[in-house]
């Protein structure tokens, strides 16, 4: 059973900070694509950030110049640097892995593949 775990998120200002960690387990020989998506009530879940094993990265435009995804070392480990935080950026974000199929069939940004439970972050003063 595949399980991801996000740490890292809570409160913070406008214009601060956070950085959210994310650790995948499981049976599972490594996933080929991991990144980040975040959903705020009555809206759907949406990718803002993913990388791929070659380091190809994508990201959504309301992130862009302000969000950092990154992949450790170690595997099935994935960061999300989030700067210039605005209150349109509050919501749960979720960790998401895809394998290679899926992310070939699908797409990287799609809403498919394994996902954690999620981590609220809110941006508020």
């Known amino acids: 059973q595949v399980q991801l775990v996000e740490s890292g998120g809570g409160l913070v200002q406008p214009g601060g900070s956070l950085r959210l960690s994310c650790t995948a387990s499981?049976?599972?020989?490594?996933?080929?694509?991991m990144g980040w998506a975040r959903q705020t009530p009555g809206k759907q879940r949406e990718l803002v950030a993913i990388?791929?094993?070659?380091?190809?990265?994508m990201y959504a435009d309301s992130v862009k110049g302000r969000f950092t995804i990154s992949r450790a070392s170690a595997p099935n480990t994935v960061y999300l640097q989030m700067n210039s935080l605005k209150p349109d950026d509050t919501a749960v974000y979720y960790c998401?892995?895809?394998?290679?199929?899926?992310?070939?069939?699908?797409?990287?940004?799609?809403?498919?593949?394994?996902w954690g439970q999620g981590t609220q972050v809110t941006v508020s003063s």
């Open positions: 499981g049976s599972i020989a490594g996933f080929y694509a």
């Open positions: 998401n892995g895809k394998n290679f199929g899926t992310a070939q069939q699908l797409g990287l940004m799609a809403e498919s593949g394994y």
């Open positions: 990388e791929t094993t070659g380091g190809t990265t």
